[in-house]
Protein backbone atom coordinates (compact mmCIF):
# COMPACT_ATOMS: atom_id res chain seq x y z
CA UNK A 1 0.00 0.00 0.00
CA UNK A 2 1.00 3.62 -0.66
CA UNK A 3 2.86 5.01 2.55
CA UNK A 4 3.99 1.40 3.68
CA UNK A 5 7.72 1.23 5.33
CA UNK A 6 9.61 -1.46 3.07
CA UNK A 7 10.46 -4.29 5.63
CA UNK A 8 14.38 -4.19 6.53
CA UNK A 9 16.59 -6.26 4.83
CA UNK A 10 14.26 -6.33 2.04
CA UNK A 11 15.50 -5.34 -1.97
CA UNK A 12 14.20 -2.22 -3.32
CA UNK A 13 12.17 -2.37 -6.37
CA UNK A 14 13.45 -3.10 -9.65
CA UNK A 15 13.96 -0.20 -11.45
CA UNK A 16 12.12 1.11 -14.48
CA UNK A 17 13.59 0.91 -17.75
CA UNK A 18 13.35 4.06 -19.52
CA UNK A 19 13.93 3.97 -22.84
CA UNK A 20 15.22 8.05 -23.46
CA UNK A 21 19.05 7.43 -22.45
CA UNK A 22 19.00 4.47 -24.69
CA UNK A 23 16.74 6.56 -27.88
CA UNK A 24 19.39 9.44 -26.96
CA UNK A 25 22.48 7.13 -27.17
CA UNK A 26 21.38 5.35 -30.24
CA UNK A 27 20.36 9.06 -31.74
CA UNK A 28 24.29 10.61 -31.08
CA UNK A 29 26.06 7.31 -32.07
CA UNK A 30 24.29 7.23 -35.02
CA UNK A 31 24.68 11.05 -35.91
CA UNK A 32 28.49 10.82 -34.98
CA UNK A 33 29.04 8.14 -37.12
CA UNK A 34 27.45 10.32 -40.18
CA UNK A 35 29.28 12.99 -39.58
CA UNK A 36 32.39 11.70 -38.46
CA UNK A 37 32.95 8.59 -41.33
CA UNK A 38 32.33 9.72 -44.38
CA UNK A 39 34.31 13.16 -43.92
CA UNK A 40 37.55 10.52 -42.76
CA UNK A 41 36.43 8.02 -45.78
CA UNK A 42 37.28 11.47 -47.54
CA UNK A 43 39.96 12.20 -46.00
CA UNK A 44 41.75 8.85 -46.30
CA UNK A 45 40.97 7.89 -49.55
CA UNK A 46 42.15 11.28 -50.92
CA UNK A 47 45.58 11.53 -49.00
CA UNK A 48 46.12 7.69 -48.44
CA UNK A 49 44.36 5.63 -50.91
CA UNK A 50 45.51 2.24 -50.58
CA UNK A 51 46.67 2.78 -46.61
CA UNK A 52 49.91 4.54 -48.51
CA UNK A 53 50.56 8.07 -48.41
CA UNK A 54 50.44 9.76 -52.26
CA UNK A 55 50.82 13.41 -53.10
CA UNK A 56 50.60 12.40 -57.36
CA UNK A 57 47.19 14.03 -56.22
CA UNK A 58 48.07 17.06 -54.87
CA UNK A 59 51.03 17.74 -57.49
CA UNK A 60 48.67 17.26 -60.11
CA UNK A 61 45.82 19.45 -58.58
CA UNK A 62 48.67 22.23 -57.44
CA UNK A 63 49.99 22.14 -61.45
CA UNK A 64 46.59 23.34 -62.66
CA UNK A 65 46.15 26.37 -64.59
CA UNK A 66 42.76 27.13 -63.48
CA UNK A 67 43.63 26.59 -59.47
CA UNK A 68 44.77 30.11 -58.30
CA UNK A 69 42.51 32.01 -60.12
CA UNK A 70 40.10 29.95 -58.50
CA UNK A 71 41.42 29.83 -55.01
CA UNK A 72 41.67 33.97 -55.68
CA UNK A 73 38.27 34.32 -56.59
CA UNK A 74 36.44 32.48 -53.83
CA UNK A 75 38.77 34.62 -51.38
CA UNK A 76 37.70 37.71 -52.86
CA UNK A 77 33.65 36.72 -53.15
CA UNK A 78 33.62 35.05 -49.63
CA UNK A 79 35.65 37.50 -47.98
CA UNK A 80 34.40 41.21 -49.40
CA UNK A 81 30.83 39.57 -48.97
CA UNK A 82 31.50 38.62 -45.38
CA UNK A 83 32.72 41.79 -44.57
CA UNK A 84 29.59 44.19 -45.88
CA UNK A 85 27.47 40.91 -44.22
CA UNK A 86 28.63 41.51 -40.92
CA UNK A 87 28.99 45.36 -40.91
CA UNK A 88 25.09 45.27 -42.03
CA UNK A 89 23.62 42.77 -39.65
CA UNK A 90 26.28 44.32 -36.71
CA UNK A 91 24.73 47.89 -37.68
CA UNK A 92 21.11 46.58 -38.27
CA UNK A 93 21.26 44.40 -34.66
CA UNK A 94 22.24 47.57 -33.16
CA UNK A 95 19.57 49.80 -34.26
CA UNK A 96 17.04 47.57 -33.23
CA UNK A 97 18.47 46.69 -30.02
CA UNK A 98 20.36 50.09 -29.00
CA UNK A 99 18.50 52.52 -30.74
CA UNK A 100 15.08 54.39 -30.60
CA UNK A 101 15.16 53.53 -34.22
CA UNK A 102 14.60 50.07 -33.30
CA UNK A 103 11.21 49.09 -35.39
CA UNK A 104 10.41 46.65 -32.55
CA UNK A 105 9.46 42.76 -33.12
CA UNK A 106 9.00 43.45 -36.45
CA UNK A 107 12.27 45.02 -36.83
CA UNK A 108 14.17 41.64 -35.63
CA UNK A 109 12.46 39.72 -37.76
CA UNK A 110 12.92 41.90 -40.87
CA UNK A 111 17.32 41.06 -41.64
CA UNK A 112 16.25 37.56 -41.21
CA UNK A 113 13.42 37.26 -43.63
CA UNK A 114 16.33 36.03 -46.48
CA UNK A 115 17.06 33.08 -44.35
CA UNK A 116 13.26 31.92 -44.38
CA UNK A 117 13.44 31.87 -48.35
CA UNK A 118 15.15 29.87 -50.34
CA UNK A 119 18.68 31.56 -51.29
CA UNK A 120 18.24 30.05 -55.21
CA UNK A 121 14.44 32.03 -55.77
CA UNK A 122 15.92 35.33 -54.27
CA UNK A 123 19.26 34.59 -56.65
CA UNK A 124 16.69 34.01 -59.74
CA UNK A 125 14.61 37.02 -58.74
CA UNK A 126 17.68 39.22 -59.04
CA UNK A 127 18.62 37.83 -62.40
CA UNK A 128 15.15 38.64 -63.40
CA UNK A 129 15.49 42.08 -61.67
CA UNK A 130 19.23 42.89 -63.39
CA UNK A 131 20.04 40.87 -66.24
CA UNK A 132 21.26 42.79 -69.43
CA UNK A 133 18.69 44.60 -72.24
CA UNK A 134 15.42 42.31 -70.36
CA UNK A 135 15.96 43.33 -66.57
CA UNK A 136 13.58 45.28 -65.28
CA UNK A 137 15.62 47.34 -63.46
CA UNK A 138 17.12 48.12 -66.69
CA UNK A 139 13.89 48.43 -68.54
CA UNK A 140 13.06 50.89 -65.99
CA UNK A 141 16.27 52.67 -66.39
CA UNK A 142 16.33 53.05 -70.24
CA UNK A 143 13.12 54.88 -70.01
CA UNK A 144 14.45 57.18 -67.19
CA UNK A 145 17.91 57.91 -68.73
CA UNK A 146 17.37 57.15 -72.58
CA UNK A 147 19.39 54.00 -74.66
CA UNK A 148 22.23 55.64 -73.78
CA UNK A 149 21.76 56.09 -70.01
CA UNK A 150 23.53 53.74 -67.45
CA UNK A 151 22.80 50.18 -66.80
CA UNK A 152 23.54 47.36 -63.73
CA UNK A 153 23.83 43.71 -64.45
CA UNK A 154 23.67 40.81 -62.36
CA UNK A 155 26.48 38.97 -64.18
CA UNK A 156 29.52 40.66 -62.57
CA UNK A 157 31.56 41.08 -59.09
CA UNK A 158 29.28 43.70 -58.17
CA UNK A 159 26.41 41.50 -58.73
CA UNK A 160 27.84 38.39 -56.95
CA UNK A 161 28.85 40.15 -54.00
CA UNK A 162 25.18 41.98 -53.68
CA UNK A 163 23.32 38.58 -53.47
CA UNK A 164 26.25 36.65 -51.12
CA UNK A 165 25.97 39.69 -49.07
CA UNK A 166 22.40 39.82 -48.65
CA UNK A 167 22.41 35.90 -48.16
CA UNK A 168 25.06 36.24 -45.04
CA UNK A 169 23.18 39.33 -43.52
CA UNK A 170 20.97 37.08 -41.49
CA UNK A 171 23.46 35.16 -39.94
CA UNK A 172 25.57 37.80 -38.93
CA UNK A 173 22.80 39.70 -37.68
CA UNK A 174 21.35 36.24 -35.30
CA UNK A 175 25.01 36.37 -33.67
CA UNK A 176 25.27 40.03 -33.12
CA UNK A 177 21.84 41.14 -31.70
CA UNK A 178 22.10 38.71 -29.08
CA UNK A 179 25.49 39.22 -27.94
CA UNK A 180 24.06 43.12 -27.87
CA UNK A 181 21.24 42.22 -26.23
CA UNK A 182 22.97 40.74 -23.09
CA UNK A 183 25.96 43.69 -23.29
CA UNK A 184 25.74 46.09 -19.90
CA UNK A 185 24.59 49.28 -21.02
CA UNK A 186 26.30 51.32 -18.54
CA UNK A 187 29.30 50.99 -20.51
CA UNK A 188 27.29 53.01 -23.50
CA UNK A 189 25.86 55.26 -21.07
CA UNK A 190 29.38 56.29 -19.62
CA UNK A 191 30.17 56.65 -22.89
CA UNK A 192 27.25 59.36 -23.81
CA UNK A 193 27.41 61.47 -20.15
CA UNK A 194 31.08 61.65 -21.45
CA UNK A 195 30.28 63.74 -24.45
CA UNK A 196 30.88 60.84 -26.86
CA UNK A 197 28.59 60.58 -29.88
CA UNK A 198 25.79 57.77 -30.88
CA UNK A 199 28.39 56.98 -33.87
CA UNK A 200 31.56 57.03 -31.97
CA UNK A 201 30.07 55.19 -29.17
CA UNK A 202 29.03 52.37 -31.43
CA UNK A 203 32.49 51.96 -32.93
CA UNK A 204 34.68 52.96 -29.88
CA UNK A 205 32.19 50.79 -27.04
CA UNK A 206 29.37 48.84 -28.10
CA UNK A 207 31.13 46.71 -31.52
CA UNK A 208 34.52 46.21 -29.39
CA UNK A 209 32.68 44.80 -26.64
CA UNK A 210 31.34 42.08 -28.60
CA UNK A 211 34.65 41.42 -30.73
CA UNK A 212 33.83 37.42 -29.79
CA UNK A 213 30.22 37.77 -31.59
CA UNK A 214 31.96 39.41 -34.19
CA UNK A 215 34.06 37.29 -35.06
CA UNK A 216 31.66 34.27 -34.43
CA UNK A 217 29.07 35.91 -37.33
CA UNK A 218 32.22 35.77 -39.20
CA UNK A 219 32.63 32.46 -39.50
CA UNK A 220 29.45 31.73 -39.91
CA UNK A 221 29.02 33.96 -42.44
CA UNK A 222 32.19 32.29 -44.73
CA UNK A 223 31.05 28.75 -43.87
CA UNK A 224 27.96 29.66 -45.57
CA UNK A 225 29.46 31.81 -48.70
CA UNK A 226 31.46 28.93 -48.99
CA UNK A 227 29.22 26.02 -48.54
CA UNK A 228 26.03 27.37 -51.18
CA UNK A 229 26.20 26.11 -54.80
CA UNK A 230 23.07 28.45 -55.55
CA UNK A 231 24.50 31.52 -55.56
CA UNK A 232 27.68 31.13 -57.82
CA UNK A 233 25.55 28.52 -60.13
CA UNK A 234 23.63 30.93 -61.50
CA UNK A 235 25.31 34.63 -61.03
CA UNK A 236 28.96 33.58 -60.98
CA UNK A 237 28.84 31.16 -63.82
CA UNK A 238 27.34 33.26 -66.66
CA UNK A 239 29.62 35.89 -65.33
CA UNK A 240 32.82 33.40 -65.98
CA UNK A 241 33.53 33.69 -62.22
CA UNK A 242 35.16 30.38 -61.22
CA UNK A 243 34.84 29.44 -57.80
CA UNK A 244 35.23 26.45 -55.40
CA UNK A 245 31.37 25.27 -55.51
CA UNK A 246 31.09 25.64 -59.00
CA UNK A 247 34.59 24.21 -59.50
CA UNK A 248 34.28 21.07 -57.62
CA UNK A 249 30.67 20.48 -59.27
CA UNK A 250 32.03 20.87 -62.33
CA UNK A 251 35.37 18.31 -61.84
CA UNK A 252 32.26 15.50 -60.55
CA UNK A 253 29.07 16.53 -62.95
CA UNK A 254 30.49 18.06 -66.02
CA UNK A 255 34.00 16.45 -66.56
CA UNK A 256 34.30 12.70 -67.85
CA UNK A 257 35.65 10.76 -66.60
CA UNK A 258 34.91 12.29 -63.13
CA UNK A 259 37.98 13.75 -61.17
CA UNK A 260 36.78 12.30 -57.96
CA UNK A 261 40.48 12.87 -56.57
CA UNK A 262 40.60 16.52 -57.43
CA UNK A 263 37.43 17.32 -56.39
CA UNK A 264 37.83 16.02 -52.57
CA UNK A 265 40.98 17.46 -52.34
CA UNK A 266 39.32 21.10 -52.98
CA UNK A 267 36.59 20.45 -50.32
CA UNK A 268 39.32 19.42 -47.94
CA UNK A 269 41.13 22.87 -49.16
CA UNK A 270 37.69 24.24 -47.96
CA UNK A 271 37.52 22.10 -44.64
CA UNK A 272 41.32 23.39 -43.97
CA UNK A 273 40.46 26.60 -43.80
CA UNK A 274 37.19 26.94 -42.07
CA UNK A 275 39.11 25.09 -39.22
CA UNK A 276 41.49 27.58 -39.19
CA UNK A 277 39.27 30.30 -39.05
CA UNK A 278 37.43 28.23 -35.90
CA UNK A 279 40.61 28.02 -34.11
CA UNK A 280 41.08 31.74 -34.78
CA UNK A 281 37.53 32.19 -33.45
CA UNK A 282 37.75 30.41 -30.35
CA UNK A 283 41.79 32.10 -29.80
CA UNK A 284 39.52 35.75 -29.72
CA UNK A 285 36.53 34.08 -27.45
CA UNK A 286 38.96 32.68 -25.14
CA UNK A 287 40.83 36.06 -24.08
CA UNK A 288 37.71 36.70 -22.26
CA UNK A 289 39.01 40.42 -22.87
CA UNK A 290 36.05 41.96 -24.81
CA UNK A 291 32.55 40.35 -23.64
CA UNK A 292 30.96 42.72 -21.01
CA UNK A 293 27.48 41.43 -19.74
CA UNK A 294 25.03 42.66 -17.53
CA UNK A 295 21.67 42.02 -16.27
CA UNK A 296 20.12 45.59 -16.89
CA UNK A 297 20.53 45.38 -20.49
CA UNK A 298 16.32 45.08 -21.08
CA UNK A 299 15.96 47.63 -18.88
CA UNK A 300 18.35 50.50 -20.50
CA UNK A 301 16.87 53.56 -22.30
CA UNK A 302 17.40 53.35 -25.82
CA UNK A 303 19.45 55.84 -27.23
CA UNK A 304 18.52 58.58 -29.03
CA UNK A 305 19.54 59.08 -32.55
CA UNK A 306 17.95 62.52 -32.74
CA UNK A 307 17.25 63.44 -36.66
CA UNK A 308 19.13 60.06 -37.58
CA UNK A 309 16.14 57.67 -36.43
CA UNK A 310 13.89 58.58 -39.05
CA UNK A 311 17.02 58.06 -41.90
CA UNK A 312 17.75 54.72 -39.98
CA UNK A 313 14.40 53.32 -40.52
CA UNK A 314 13.73 54.06 -43.86
CA UNK A 315 17.71 52.11 -44.30
CA UNK A 316 16.29 49.30 -42.82
CA UNK A 317 13.11 49.09 -44.59
CA UNK A 318 15.22 49.79 -48.35
CA UNK A 319 16.96 46.95 -46.78
CA UNK A 320 14.28 44.63 -46.89
CA UNK A 321 12.90 45.94 -50.01
CA UNK A 322 16.34 45.16 -51.86
CA UNK A 323 16.85 41.94 -50.46
CA UNK A 324 13.32 40.59 -50.67
CA UNK A 325 10.62 42.03 -51.76
CA UNK A 326 11.90 43.35 -55.12
CA UNK A 327 13.15 39.54 -56.16
CA UNK A 328 10.00 38.33 -54.86
CA UNK A 329 8.10 40.87 -56.93
CA UNK A 330 10.33 39.65 -60.24
CA UNK A 331 9.44 36.13 -60.06
CA UNK A 332 5.97 36.34 -59.89
CA UNK A 333 5.88 38.97 -63.14
CA UNK A 334 8.27 36.53 -64.83
CA UNK A 335 5.96 33.54 -63.63
CA UNK A 336 2.75 35.33 -65.19
CA UNK A 337 4.32 35.83 -68.83
CA UNK A 338 4.48 33.28 -71.31
CA UNK A 339 7.25 34.34 -72.73
CA UNK A 340 10.24 36.78 -70.39
CA UNK A 341 9.22 39.88 -71.49
CA UNK A 342 10.76 43.83 -69.87
CA UNK A 343 6.96 45.03 -71.33
CA UNK A 344 4.59 44.31 -68.16
CA UNK A 345 1.11 43.99 -69.49
CA UNK A 346 -0.94 43.06 -67.36
CA UNK A 347 -3.47 42.01 -69.92
CA UNK A 348 -1.03 39.18 -71.54
CA UNK A 349 -0.87 37.85 -67.70
CA UNK A 350 -0.98 34.10 -67.77
CA UNK A 351 -1.11 30.94 -65.02
CA UNK A 352 0.62 28.75 -67.84
CA UNK A 353 3.65 28.20 -66.06
CA UNK A 354 2.31 27.26 -62.68
CA UNK A 355 0.18 24.77 -64.49
CA UNK A 356 2.68 22.78 -65.97
CA UNK A 357 4.58 22.93 -62.62
CA UNK A 358 2.24 21.82 -60.74
CA UNK A 359 0.05 19.28 -63.42
CA UNK A 360 1.77 18.71 -66.61
CA UNK A 361 5.46 18.69 -66.58
CA UNK A 362 7.09 15.37 -64.81
CA UNK A 363 10.17 16.68 -63.47
CA UNK A 364 9.05 19.59 -61.68
CA UNK A 365 6.01 17.32 -60.26
CA UNK A 366 8.26 14.82 -59.30
CA UNK A 367 10.69 17.44 -57.34
CA UNK A 368 7.99 19.00 -55.17
CA UNK A 369 6.74 15.33 -53.78
CA UNK A 370 10.29 14.16 -53.34
CA UNK A 371 11.72 17.81 -52.23
CA UNK A 372 8.01 17.51 -49.86
CA UNK A 373 8.44 13.73 -48.52
CA UNK A 374 12.36 14.35 -47.92
CA UNK A 375 12.11 18.15 -45.84
CA UNK A 376 8.97 16.57 -44.11
CA UNK A 377 10.91 13.45 -42.91
CA UNK A 378 14.50 14.65 -42.52
CA UNK A 379 12.95 17.61 -40.42
CA UNK A 380 11.33 15.33 -38.20
CA UNK A 381 14.46 12.88 -37.46
CA UNK A 382 15.97 16.07 -37.21
CA UNK A 383 14.31 17.69 -34.89
CA UNK A 384 13.75 14.52 -33.28
CA UNK A 385 17.60 13.77 -32.49
CA UNK A 386 17.98 17.87 -31.78
CA UNK A 387 15.34 17.40 -28.32
CA UNK A 388 16.85 14.10 -27.54
CA UNK A 389 20.22 15.48 -27.22
CA UNK A 390 18.79 18.81 -25.64
CA UNK A 391 16.31 16.83 -23.40
CA UNK A 392 19.43 14.73 -21.81
CA UNK A 393 21.74 17.69 -21.79
CA UNK A 394 19.26 19.65 -19.79
CA UNK A 395 18.49 16.90 -16.98
CA UNK A 396 21.26 14.77 -16.95
CA UNK A 397 24.08 16.97 -18.75
CA UNK A 398 27.68 15.56 -17.44
CA UNK A 399 30.26 15.25 -19.77
CA UNK A 400 27.79 12.93 -22.49
CA UNK A 401 25.85 15.78 -22.80
CA UNK A 402 28.52 18.29 -23.32
CA UNK A 403 29.89 15.91 -26.35
CA UNK A 404 26.49 15.22 -27.40
CA UNK A 405 26.34 19.36 -28.01
CA UNK A 406 28.96 19.61 -29.37
CA UNK A 407 28.60 16.57 -31.98
CA UNK A 408 25.15 17.71 -33.25
CA UNK A 409 26.73 21.29 -34.03
CA UNK A 410 29.43 20.33 -35.60
CA UNK A 411 28.03 20.26 -38.65
CA UNK A 412 27.46 23.68 -38.67
CA UNK A 413 31.48 24.63 -38.79
CA UNK A 414 31.84 22.18 -42.11
CA UNK A 415 30.18 23.83 -45.56
CA UNK A 416 26.84 21.96 -47.12
CA UNK A 417 29.43 21.07 -50.23
CA UNK A 418 32.14 19.31 -48.59
CA UNK A 419 29.65 17.47 -46.39
CA UNK A 420 27.61 16.39 -49.99
CA UNK A 421 31.12 15.38 -51.61
CA UNK A 422 31.81 13.29 -48.84
CA UNK A 423 28.38 11.61 -48.53
CA UNK A 424 29.21 11.07 -52.69
CA UNK A 425 32.41 9.43 -51.68
CA UNK A 426 31.12 7.33 -49.17
CA UNK A 427 27.42 6.24 -50.15
CA UNK A 428 27.50 6.30 -53.78
CA UNK A 429 29.62 3.24 -54.53
CA UNK A 430 30.54 -0.36 -52.46
CA UNK A 431 28.79 -1.46 -49.87
CA UNK A 432 26.18 0.91 -49.58
CA UNK A 433 25.80 2.00 -53.15
CA UNK A 434 22.81 4.67 -52.11
CA UNK A 435 23.63 6.24 -55.22
CA UNK A 436 21.08 8.76 -57.05
CA UNK A 437 18.54 7.74 -53.94
CA UNK A 438 16.42 9.38 -52.26
CA UNK A 439 17.89 7.78 -48.63
CA UNK A 440 21.56 9.73 -49.36
CA UNK A 441 19.83 12.70 -49.74
CA UNK A 442 18.53 12.56 -46.46
CA UNK A 443 21.18 11.19 -44.87
CA UNK A 444 22.93 14.55 -45.86
CA UNK A 445 19.95 16.58 -45.71
CA UNK A 446 19.54 15.64 -41.78
CA UNK A 447 23.71 15.94 -41.07
CA UNK A 448 23.65 19.36 -42.85
CA UNK A 449 20.62 20.96 -41.11
CA UNK A 450 20.54 19.62 -38.02
CA UNK A 451 22.28 22.08 -36.03
CA UNK A 452 19.65 25.47 -36.60
CA UNK A 453 17.26 22.90 -35.41
CA UNK A 454 19.23 21.72 -32.08
CA UNK A 455 19.58 25.64 -31.43
CA UNK A 456 16.34 26.31 -31.47
CA UNK A 457 15.33 22.79 -29.51
CA UNK A 458 17.88 24.66 -26.59
CA UNK A 459 16.71 27.87 -26.52
CA UNK A 460 13.22 26.05 -26.31
CA UNK A 461 14.12 24.07 -23.26
CA UNK A 462 15.18 27.10 -21.64
CA UNK A 463 11.46 28.41 -20.93
CA UNK A 464 10.74 25.05 -18.89
CA UNK A 465 12.56 26.51 -15.25
CA UNK A 466 14.63 23.84 -12.86
CA UNK A 467 12.15 24.35 -10.41
CA UNK A 468 8.67 22.95 -12.49
CA UNK A 469 10.98 19.63 -12.94
CA UNK A 470 12.02 19.31 -9.38
CA UNK A 471 8.21 19.89 -8.43
CA UNK A 472 7.49 17.01 -10.70
CA UNK A 473 10.18 14.93 -8.95
CA UNK A 474 8.82 15.59 -5.68
CA UNK A 475 5.17 14.79 -6.67
CA UNK A 476 6.88 11.07 -7.74
CA UNK A 477 6.99 12.33 -11.31
CA UNK A 478 9.16 9.83 -13.56
CA UNK A 479 11.92 11.36 -16.13
CA UNK A 480 9.60 9.96 -18.77
CA UNK A 481 6.41 11.35 -17.32
CA UNK A 482 7.81 14.90 -16.46
CA UNK A 483 8.94 15.02 -19.77
CA UNK A 484 5.64 14.11 -21.09
CA UNK A 485 3.38 16.31 -19.22
CA UNK A 486 5.95 19.45 -18.24
CA UNK A 487 8.23 19.92 -20.84
CA UNK A 488 7.40 19.04 -24.58
CA UNK A 489 4.05 21.01 -23.58
CA UNK A 490 5.81 24.16 -22.61
CA UNK A 491 8.66 23.86 -24.98
CA UNK A 492 6.71 22.33 -27.95
CA UNK A 493 6.27 26.19 -29.62
CA UNK A 494 10.06 26.41 -29.94
CA UNK A 495 10.54 23.02 -31.13
CA UNK A 496 7.87 23.58 -34.17
CA UNK A 497 9.91 27.10 -35.05
CA UNK A 498 13.10 24.65 -34.74
CA UNK A 499 11.38 22.19 -37.29
CA UNK A 500 9.63 24.91 -39.86
CA UNK A 501 13.70 26.54 -40.05
CA UNK A 502 14.87 22.93 -40.88
CA UNK A 503 11.99 22.30 -43.13
CA UNK A 504 12.76 25.55 -45.04
CA UNK A 505 16.52 24.77 -45.57
CA UNK A 506 16.02 21.34 -46.95
CA UNK A 507 13.23 22.36 -49.21
CA UNK A 508 15.45 24.86 -50.81
CA UNK A 509 18.71 23.28 -50.86
CA UNK A 510 21.28 23.24 -53.64
CA UNK A 511 24.48 21.90 -52.30
CA UNK A 512 23.78 18.26 -51.46
CA UNK A 513 20.93 18.59 -54.55
CA UNK A 514 23.80 19.20 -57.57
CA UNK A 515 25.76 16.19 -56.48
CA UNK A 516 23.32 13.47 -54.76
CA UNK A 517 19.99 13.29 -56.51
CA UNK A 518 19.60 11.80 -59.76
CA UNK A 519 16.78 12.07 -63.29
CA UNK A 520 15.23 9.06 -61.01
CA UNK A 521 15.10 10.96 -57.83
CA UNK A 522 14.73 15.04 -58.85
CA UNK A 523 14.24 17.15 -56.11
CA UNK A 524 13.70 20.98 -56.07
CA UNK A 525 17.28 21.77 -56.42
CA UNK A 526 18.16 19.32 -59.41
CA UNK A 527 14.93 20.40 -60.80
CA UNK A 528 15.87 23.96 -60.82
CA UNK A 529 19.09 23.47 -62.26
CA UNK A 530 18.20 21.85 -65.38
CA UNK A 531 15.48 24.40 -66.26
CA UNK A 532 17.78 26.52 -65.94
CA UNK A 533 20.21 24.89 -68.27
CA UNK A 534 17.27 24.40 -70.58
CA UNK A 535 16.51 28.23 -70.31
CA UNK A 536 12.78 28.01 -69.42
CA UNK A 537 12.93 31.08 -67.61
CA UNK A 538 8.54 31.86 -66.87
CA UNK A 539 8.82 28.01 -65.97
CA UNK A 540 12.04 28.58 -63.52
CA UNK A 541 9.87 31.54 -62.09
CA UNK A 542 7.05 29.79 -61.61
CA UNK A 543 8.75 26.95 -60.15
CA UNK A 544 10.70 29.06 -57.44
CA UNK A 545 7.58 31.23 -56.56
CA UNK A 546 5.58 27.79 -55.53
CA UNK A 547 8.69 26.72 -53.70
CA UNK A 548 8.07 29.89 -51.90
CA UNK A 549 4.45 29.62 -51.62
CA UNK A 550 4.86 25.91 -50.05
CA UNK A 551 7.71 27.58 -47.42
CA UNK A 552 5.44 30.40 -46.37
CA UNK A 553 2.27 28.05 -46.36
CA UNK A 554 4.45 25.94 -43.88
CA UNK A 555 5.99 28.88 -41.83
CA UNK A 556 2.53 30.64 -41.67
CA UNK A 557 1.25 27.52 -39.83
CA UNK A 558 4.11 27.51 -37.52
CA UNK A 559 3.09 30.83 -36.44
CA UNK A 560 -0.35 29.79 -35.96
CA UNK A 561 0.73 27.12 -34.34
CA UNK A 562 2.77 28.54 -31.47
CA UNK A 563 -0.08 31.53 -31.22
CA UNK A 564 -2.01 29.04 -29.92
CA UNK A 565 -0.50 27.14 -28.16
CA UNK A 566 0.96 30.42 -26.59
CA UNK A 567 -2.79 30.92 -25.67
CA UNK A 568 -3.66 28.47 -23.82
Known amino acids: MKGERRPAGALPPPARFQPLPLLTLV ?3 ALGLLIVYPLGRMLVSTLLPGGVPDTAAVTSLAGEPWLWPVVRNTVLVVGISTVFAVAIGAVFAWLNERTDATLGLFGSVLPIIPLLLPSVALTIGWVFLSA ?3 GL ?5 ARLTGPEGPRVTIYGWIGLLLVYTIHGVPYAYLVVSSAIRNLDPALEEASLISGAGVLRTLFRVSLPAIVPALAGSCLLVVISGLGTYSIPAIIATTAQIDVLPTRIVHLLVKDYPPRLADAQLLGLMMLVVVLSLWLLQRKVAATGQFVTVGGRAAGSTPMSLGRGRI ?3 IVMWLYILVASVLPMAALLLVAVQRFWSPVIDPAKFTLFHFEQVLFVNRVTMAAFQHSLLLAGVGATLAMTIAVLVAIHA ?13 VIKSPATIPNLVISLAFLTTFSGAPFFLSGTLVILLLAFVVMYIPPGSIAANAALTQVGADLREASAI ?4 EGRTIRRIVLPIALPGFAAGWTLVFVHMMGDLSASALLAGVKTPVIGFAILT ?3 TGSFGLLAAFSAVMCLINAIVVGAM ?3 VRQRSTR
Open 394 to 406: AFRGGLIGRIGDI
Open 132 to 134: PNV
Open 559 to 561: LWF
Open 137 to 141: VNVLL
Open 311 to 313: PAR
Open 27 to 29: SFV
Open 531 to 533: IWE
Open 475 to 478: AGAG
